[in-house]
């Protein structure tokens, strides 16, 4: 399937001489600090590449300073990018004139942000139409829309009221609301839950997989939070220092770091949560008996727990009729015991 | 074993030098005491104020030939003067055949009530109506209108160009570059200087008094429009952008919403300038309320200045609750609204068509048993205080100012010069060196030296006295809340209050004197230092006040060593602002008996051969101020890093 959005090559740098930057080969290869101290030029992002696919949830994650919301802004062009293309849907991004990137921005794509971005003197059920409001839709017909989308994200009752008046968790899901008003094709969140509290998180959390599932848009999720982005993310990239580290699925970032900098990131991840079978089995030895029930190597450790421990003989790993390795009591305990 | 030097209390080297400085001057003065003072009798003209004077009757001769004139100055003046008169035909002056104005007192208490009511609630709108029912029962009703009629005029023109020229300078940094130091520059002006040069060109009335008060009043509109524009979360104007909103979509949905309400506030600043600007505007012949105040001064007649400044006063506060209450959002009930409008209107119809309600009734009158009252007032005190006041008076006149004075506009004036050069030095360095070389240069030129050093030294005195005031006052509001609240709303109607009104109680306490028109300028100046001062204290980080008290400081050592020097930003801010006010209070000393620069530019304003004078104290008291500025922003940049 074809990517929704295809990143190539994409640079940010802040400072006036940015251009020179880009177009110098050796000044590209500096770290961050050194092209500081020579130029004075701040790289944010730093030829970062990846793609995602339709109705992903890819998730991008860093810590910060890592230049993710910069990369976030610049695939929306709220941030202008140095160099690079961003195709959406087969169109470079890069190349639209204001007027067409306004249509995208209308049409094709919504963001969430970290501190909301509300208009503070409109209701909630305006805030909500204020995109369909751009775009010219008469007001009978917003009213509609942004009632159904009230609806979905659970804010029936709380139409007419202020945003000053709710919680930060509601006033984040107003946030969702007016994104998802517009009916766009992917949704960007720029940390979205990083200034609510614990539980509140948890819960707008559970509602983005909801949502995700319900309305399955291709979403590109900003977060610091390792569990987060492991809890929603279909693929995790790594970024640090304004480059890409690593990109893959939550146990393979866990099962194979790519370095000593993602190995200590995900060191304290519960591990049996995140791996599969497929990352622990073995080859069969001469010695097993092959004749104990069988698992998909997709299944998560955690949930093999039971079924491998309770049985008297090797678990076997099979996809399609294929063996792939067997799974003994020792590896699991190996994964549970190291996260004492 | 080497002798260990013992530790002396080291004196700074700079303090050391101003001291010799001011040793030497104060030794030089006593030798060239009264030489070389640059003095200038009352009625003595320069050659220069000659050139003006017939630079005045030149452009007065070709006001209605020359092209530039004829076709700039006239036309706005006469478009100015067009509006200014429509204005006051809608509600003061008798107009369009009519022995009395379209709408008459009971149309315009209604429709007071109206807009009061639907931008800030039935309270406020009960307080406008009891207000201006005031004013006529006053018997100051036509004046009142006058002064309202100027200053809704003056407001309006304000607006019209302040709030774009705002949103501009919020919306573009260049733009904003290029207007801060012009609006700094207006807003440092003292305000009476402008209106000389300003008769030149418009003549004597209602245009140049709407241009001065223009002039005046924009600037505050500009500022918070730009600030409120500037201050509207970055987020939420890039949530807009991120859903494809124009630049003109995000500006009128996002930017002045949400800046509305401190819009409203620059709206209001813009009017509490525009009155206070429009009563001392009465200088130059501005029709209203602040006419009846110079007439009641010149006279010393307490009790009718008394009687117009209360009316002024009234009018200030009805201003400022309506626009205060109007930053609120509120809607009124559909009744309320149509109810009030339809009453509004029948009043308006009646004070239209019968006479009892076009005129205010004179027999209902409470204005003369005020005036009565105030005079007997300032008599008993007059009377029965004289060993406080005086006493007060005769200390501050004998050991503050006239020893300054003395050595100001007694010393010769190169050595003046020389001692302010070299202290400019030693606070700033070169460039404030230069810039007072330059100022003193052109205080030379004027030809008013020793006019301008008797002004610094009353102008020094009332600073001083501001600090002090406000040093105490300030650290007592920061550090306690209940002060603070009680204290806060008098600074504020004290701010709101144009500065004539106080000239009256203080004039009738102290009489005509230096030390009056310095006491009026303490009174005018001290709140904003006070202010200042307080906000400065209460912004010294808590945990910071905490942990001095933990190591066992008494509240004074708190103060001293750790409040007020962690204030000092506030405390040069204070001190700068405090002399700005109070310079701009100089011509208003003059109406009372200050003398110098101040009485120069007022005698300019009534004296045709006096006008070259008053045109050249007015620059006087600009490169006053401008040197003053310079100087105590050096001083405050070399303390604060």
Redo the contacts between chains.
């Keep these: 399937m074809d990517p929704v959005i295809s990143v190539g090559n994409l640079w940010k740098i802040f400072g006036s001489n940015a251009s020179q930057v880009v177009a110098s080969d050796e000044l590209k290869s500096l770290s961050r600090t050194e092209l500081m101290d020579r130029t004075g030029a701040v790289a944010a992002v730093r030829g970062v590449d990846f793609d995602v696919a339709p109705g992903e949830m890819f998730v991008v994650m860093g810590l910060s300073g890592s230049g993710k919301s910069t990369l976030v802004r610049c695939l929306t062009r709220l941030v202008e990018p140095t160099a690079g293309t961003i195709m959406f849907e087969g169109e470079n991004i890069l190349e639209a004139d204001a007027k067409r990137l306004r249509d995208l921005r209308r049409n094709k794509f919504s963001m969430v942000f970290q501190h909301f971005g509300l208009l503070p003197h409109r209701t909630v059920a305006d805030n909500v139409g204020y995109g369909l409001e751009i775009r010219g839709v008469p007001r009978a017909k917003r009213g509609g829309r942004s009632q159904e989308v009230i609806d979905l994200v659970g804010l029936t009752g709380y139409e007419k009221s202020y945003p000053d008046q709710l919680s930060g968790g509601m006033q984040q899901r107003v946030g969702l609301a007016r994104a998802l008003a517009g009916d766009p094709d992917v949704l960007f969140f720029d940390e979205p839950f990083s200034a609510l509290d614990p539980l509140i998180r948890r819960d707008m959390q559970s509602e983005v997989i909801r949502l995700h599932r319900e309305v399955g848009k291709t979403m590109v999720f900003i977060t610091h939070d390792l569990s987060e982005a492991l809890k929603l993310g279909d693929r995790i990239l790594i970024m640090r220092d304004g480059q890409v580290v690593q990109v893959g699925t939550g146990d393979e970032l866990v099962g194979a770091p790519a370095d000593d900098y993602v190995r200590d990131f995900v060191k304290d991840v519960p591990r049996s949560h995140v791996l599969t079978l497929k990352w622990i089995m073995r080859p069969p030895r001469p010695d097993d008996e092959l004749d104990g029930p069988e698992l998909s190597p997709e299944t998560v450790v955690r949930e093999a727990v039971r079924s491998v421990l309770s049985a008297d003989k090797p678990v076997k790993v099979v996809r399609d009729g294929e063996l792939l390795g067997v799974v003994a009591d020792e590896e699991i305990l190996g994964v549970v015991a190291g996260e004492a | 074993m080497v002798a260990v030097a013992v530790p002396r209390r080291q004196i700074p080297r700079k303090a050391l030098i101003v001291g010799g400085i001011v040793l030497a001057w104060l030794a030089l003065w006593l030798v060239f005491r009264n030489v070389g003072t640059l003095a200038l009798d009352a009625s003595e003209l320069t050659p220069l104020h000659r050139w003006v004077n017939s630079v005045n009757d030149a452009v007065g001769a070709s006001r209605n030939s020359n092209p530039v004139f004829l076709y700039f100055f006239n036309e706005i003046r006469l478009v100015i003067d067009e509006f200014v008169r429509f204005v006051q035909a809608l509600i003061a002056q008798p107009s369009f055949g009519r022995p009395v104005p379209v709408i008459g007192w009971l149309g315009v208490v209604a429709i007071a009530g109206f807009v009061s009511l639907a931008v800030a609630g039935w309270r406020v709108a009960l307080l406008s109506v009891a207000g201006f029912v005031f004013l006529g029962l006053q018997g100051l009703w036509q004046e009142s209108m006058d002064t309202l009629s100027l200053t809704l005029a003056a407001v309006v023109i304000a607006l019209l160009f302040g709030i774009p020229l705002g949103i501009w300078a919020g919306l573009s940094d260049r733009a904003n570059r290029v207007m801060t130091p012009v609006l700094d520059f207006m807003q440092t002006m003292p305000t009476f200087v402008y209106l000389a040069p300003l008769t030149l060109f418009f003549l004597i009335g209602p245009a140049s008094a709407t241009i001065a008060t223009l002039i005046y009043a924009a600037p505050p509109a500009i500022r918070i429009t730009a600030h409120a524009i500037r201050s509207v ?1 970055h ?12 630049r003109k ?1 995000t500006l009128l ?2 930017l002045l ?2 800046a ?1 309400k401190t819009i409203v506030l620059g709206v209001n600043q813009t009017i509490m300038a525009a009155l206070s600007m429009v009563t001392i505007a009465a200088l130059i012949d501005a029709p209203g309320l602040g006419k009846t105040v110079v007439k009641a001064l010149q006279t010393l007649d307490v009790g009718t200045a008394f009687n117009a400044g209360l009316a002024i006063v009234v009018l200030a506060i009805v201003l400022d609750r309506v626009t205060t209450a109007a930053t609120e ?1 509120r809607t009124l009930p559909r009744w309320a609204l149509f109810g009030g409008l339809g009453v509004t209107g029948v009043a308006v119809y009646f004070s239209y068509t019968y006479l009892w309600a076009a005129e205010f009734p004179s027999e209902v009158e409470i204005g003369s048993s005020i005036r009565q009252g105030a005079t007997a007032a300032t008599e008993w005190v007059q009377d029965s205080l004289p060993v406080i006041t005086n006493g007060f008076k005769d200390f501050v006149t004998s050991v503050l100012i006239n020893p300054l004075q003395a050595l100001l506009a007694e010393s010769p004036w190169f050595l003046v010069a020389l001692v302010i050069v070299a202290l400019s030095f030693l606070i700033g360095g070169v460039k404030p060196a230069v810039v007072s070389a330059a100022c003193l240069g052109v205080l030379v030129a004027t030809g008013l030296w020793q006019d301008a050093m008797i002004t610094l030294a009353s102008t020094l005195v009332a600073t001083i006295l501001v600090m002090i005031l406000g040093v105490v006052v300030g650290v007592w509001m920061g550090r306690s809340r209940r002060a603070d609240r009680f204290i806060r709303p008098v600074l504020d109607a004290g701010q709101v209050m144009p500065a004539f009104v106080y000239l009256v109680p203080i004039l009738a306490l102290f009489s005509a004197t230096r030390f009056t028109a310095i006491i009026a300028a303490v009174v005018f100046a001290a709140p904003v230092a006070i202010k200042i001062i307080a906000d400065g204290i209460r912004g010294v980080s808590p945990a910071t006040v905490e942990a001095s008290t933990a190591l066992g400081s008494s509240s004074w050592q708190t103060i001293v060593k750790v409040q007020l020097p962690m204030a000092r930003r506030a405390l040069t801010l204070a001190a700068n602002q405090g002399l700005i006010y109070v310079l701009s209070m100089v011509v208003v000393g003059g109406l009372v008996g200050a003398g110098a620069l101040g009485y120069d530019v007022v005698a300019g304003f009534s004296q045709g051969q006096l006008y070259g004078k008053g045109l050249a104290a007015g620059v006087a008291i600009v490169v006053l101020g401008v040197m003053l500025d310079r100087l105590t922003q050096a001083a405050a940049k070399r303390w604060t890093n």
Excluded: F
């Design positions: 979360p987020n939420t104007v890039e949530a807009s952008e991120s859903l494809g909103a124009t979509q949905k996002v919403p949400s509305r959002r």
